[in-house]
């Protein structure tokens, strides 16, 4: 038996009996207290460590106790809390919320031409490589590799943005002298809070790096993809063979370590990551983009790091970009779901890897994979080695093994994944696999076993065959790369679906980018698999996920920042949303992936992010600190809860008299989860285009509603750049949980502004009753 194999299965055997270890009191807990009221930093930590003392006999068991203190961006801090303590500071005048520190975790090239930035022939264009120079980008994940290509200084770079306050921290094979340069800027990493979660970080081997070096390569996977400069032939052998860059290559990259290797997986502590967003807004970051964040319950706004940090950034001018999760197709799983950030979910592009196979009865069939080389070996099914047939490890008969041969597994027996069942066959000492899922959800991988994937028809075909053959084989031929021959985009799977769990009249996810098999740089300390066993080490790797999506919309926001540099971090989001698309390469409807059914707005957003119209939207839904003020509001907070979050301006009504809904932020989508009757929404909308000009409105009315829109039309001015409309709804049905989509169109013959319109009409009596309570 090999060392893989005896490995997997002791990987088995302690993943049967892993639990989560139980952890004496006290906890990480974060204490929020607002922003900071214009106090030295040093003054707000002291007022910390005084406030946190009024828990603990001395203060030097205060100071003990205390972890980090936030005194740049906004105000508060992390400590070791017991219940009591955190019940008791909760309580106290000044705090706005305590909660515990939640470990949260990873949503783990060709794109940008799929979207249109094309390099020319002679490496310029009109875009990528004109705006970004000077943009900063945090990133927020497992660090850099930053001897790669595509952290190397673009020709012609300028100096370092004067309004840089930030720094390269020396530390564990991290020396900036080497390291940092006018592309890498900034590096930092956080660490205490996932040390008092999970101990002392295990350096051994370089197991990890105590600093901004990333060891997990997803990291630097990300920050490649949002700012990596211009690398020729980047490929993953031989396979999607190109120009690979990020979004803006002209842009400025920092690094904001808060995610560290732990159980093969990426672990990011909510104290570290809110400790980052504290560093990265008085650094002067431009964009910060974080991949990561917790499935579903999910907790109160301002009761977690993502809510706090991109409110205060938001403030500050800073645009803040989440991935969506990777908890798809299910609806309401969808994360990072404040109206005050941007939230991605995943697409595919327009590039397949077909790989054919030859059985032994010479019929060829084409599947998807990453096969570098060609191989021919006996055929089985996978009952011949497991119990019931799912490719499993725990239903192993134990019998036999499968040296030598490639085996049939059927996704659908089990609900096991494609990962689960190479490993399984990895450790019975098999050669390769042939995967077989439903076409709605095949999503090619490296699983280290040489695996082609098929839909349900095709492995039916291959199971009849070997159930009619004496000696089944087949021949396995290499992957090829296929460009602009498969209708794209369509939304993955596995991307997080709307509606939002806790703001249901916020449209999340907002848009959809690339985030299938997408190639960038990768740590090649870090196999492509992560898994321990294997030995290959590459510069570059595909990945998938909405983690993949989310630095497409960083890049881009970083480009329509450099453009317009007056604009808002929301009036950068309604541009990006508002010329969204909703059509696939073919004209026809984008797919929603894991059904057969067109997606709607719950899936994708707006629809496509479009970065060649977004640049010049003609108009745009700006939203204010009035408009954080009024959803602030309609969650239950006081206006003196609200003066502590809200930055003071004399111009900046905090008041909530009256009653509130989330329905009056001016929020690029329209959403009503409830409707019973008749509904009067009001939205504004800025010209950003021709100084005069006016626009017409067209109105796709959702299913069972009569939408209409007054004025009919808006003239801008030079003197007039903002101007209001209302749509009133109606309900014209009687229905009771069913969403139904439409649209409202502004449009001046050249610019077409679309405002997604969704509606939930809930009029059967009692029903109605019951939602609206």
């Known amino acids: 038996m090999t060392t893989s194999s005896q490995f997997l299965r002791g990987l088995f055997l302690s993943l049967s009996l892993y639990s989560v270890p139980s ?23 002291r007022l910390h460590v005084r406030l946190l003392s009024n828990v603990f006999s001395r203060e030097d068991e205060a100071k003990e106790a205390m972890i980090y203190s936030y005194k740049h961006g906004f105000s508060g801090f992390a400590a070791m809390l017991n219940s009591t303590q955190a019940t008791t500071l909760a309580g106290m005048e000044g705090v706005i919320s305590v909660f515990r520190s939640k470990i949260l975790g990873l949503h783990t090239t060709r794109s940008w031409d799929f979207m249109g930035l094309t390099l020319g022939p002679e490496e310029t264009t009109p875009m990528q490589l004109k705006y970004g120079d000077d943009i900063v980008v945090g990133i927020f994940d497992t660090g850099v590799w930053p001897e790669l290509d595509s952290f190397r200084e673009e020709p012609g770079m300028g100096p370092i943005p004067k309004s840089w306050n ?23 990493y956080y660490i205490d809070g996932f040390e008092r979660e999970f101990g002392p970080l295990n350096t051994t081997g370089d197991a990890e790096y105590r600093s901004a070096r990333d060891r997990l390569g997803h990291g630097t996977h990300t920050a490649s993809t949002a700012v990596g400069s211009v690398v020729r032939n980047a490929s993953y052998y031989g396979l999607g063979l190109g120009t690979a860059r990020g979004g803006a290559p002209r842009a400025r990259l920092a690094v904001y370590k808060v995610c560290w290797l732990e159980d093969l997986q990426g672990r990011c502590s909510e104290a570290d990551i809110l400790a980052a967003f ?43 970009v989440f991935s969506a999760g ?38 060829s069939m084409m599947g998807q994979g990453f096969m570098t080389r060609e191989i021919k070996m ?117 991307s997080s679906r709307g509606p939002s769990s806790i703001s249901p009249n916020i449209l999340k996810p907002d848009i959809v980018a690339p985030g299938v098999n997408i190639l960038a740089a990768w740590s090649p300390k870090s196999s492509p698999t992560l898994l321990p066993f294997d030995g290959r080490s590459v510069v570059w790797n595909f990945d998938s996920g909405t983690s993949m999506a989310c630095p497409h919309v960083s890049g881009i926001v970083a480009l329509l920042k450099s453009a317009h540099p007056d604009w808002s971090p929301a009036a950068i989001k309604s541009a990006l949303m508002t010329t969204a698309y909703m059509s696939d390469a073919s004209s026809d409807n984008i797919l929603a992936g894991g059904t057969l059914k067109a997606a709607d707005p719950f899936d994708m957003g707006a629809g496509h992010v479009n970065p060649l119209i977004a640049i010049d939207p003609g108009l745009v839904y700006d939203m204010d600190a009035r408009d954080h003020v009024l959803f602030l509001c309609s969650l239950g907070y006081t206006e003196a809860q609200i003066k502590m979050m809200v930055l003071p301006s004399p111009s900046i009504d905090t008041g909530c008299s009256g009653s509130h809904s989330d329905l009056e932020p001016n929020y690029p989508a329209i959403i009503i989860s409830n409707l019973q009757s008749t509904v009067t929404i009001k939205r504004s909308l800025w010209n950003v285009g021709r100084s005069s000009v006016a626009y017409f409105s067209s109105i796709n009315n959702p299913e069972g509603v009569y939408a209409y829109v007054w004025p009919r039309f808006l003239v801008f001015s030079l003197h007039k750049k903002i101007i209001s409309y209302y749509v009133t709804i109606t309900p014209i049905k009687r229905s009771q949980g069913r969403y139904d989509f439409g649209e409202i169109i502004w449009s001046d013959g050249y610019h077409h502004v679309k405002t997604p319109l969704i509606v939930c009409v809930n009029n059967l009596g009692d029903a109605a009753t019951y939602l609206s309570a």
């Open 23 to 45: 952890t004496p009191n006290p906890h990480v807990h974060i204490v929020y207290l607002g922003h900071t009221r214009g106090h030295d930093p040093l003054v707000t930590t």
């Open 166 to 188: 930030g720094t390269c921290v020396k530390a564990d094979k991290f020396d900036p002298k080497k390291a940092c340069n006018r592309k890498l800027i900034g590096a930092r």
């Open 278 to 320: 504290d560093d990265a807004l008085h650094d002067g970051v431009h964009v910060i983009s974080a991949s990561l964040g917790s499935s579903p319950p999910l907790m109160p706004f301002f009761s977690t790091s993502s809510d706090i940090g991109s409110f205060h950034a938001t403030q500050l001018g800073v645009a803040v």
């Open 326 to 363: 990777n908890d798809g197709p299910d609806s309401s799983l969808v994360q990072n779901v404040s109206p005050w950030c941007l939230c991605v979910a995943a697409g595919t592009i327009d590039r397949q890897f077909p790989t054919q196979m030859v059985l032994g009865n010479n019929v």
């Open 378 to 494: 006996k055929l089985v099914h996978s009952g011949k080695f497991f119990d019931d047939g799912s490719c499993s490890l725990d239903k192993w008969n134990g019998r036999k093994l499968a040296s030598g041969r490639i085996v049939l597994c059927f996704s659908s027996i089990g609900q096991v994944s494609s990962t689960i069942a190479a490993l399984s066959i990895l450790a019975i000492n098999g050669s390769g696999m042939i995967f077989v899922e439903s076409i709605s959800r095949q999503t090619v991988q490296d699983d280290v076993l040489p695996t082609i994937h098929v839909d349900l028809h095709q492995g039916t075909r291959i199971l009849y065959y070997i159930q009619s053959s004496k000696d089944p084989s087949v021949q396995i031929l290499s992957s090829k790369t296929n460009i602009g021959h498969s209708p794209a985009p369509s939304v993955a799977y596995f």
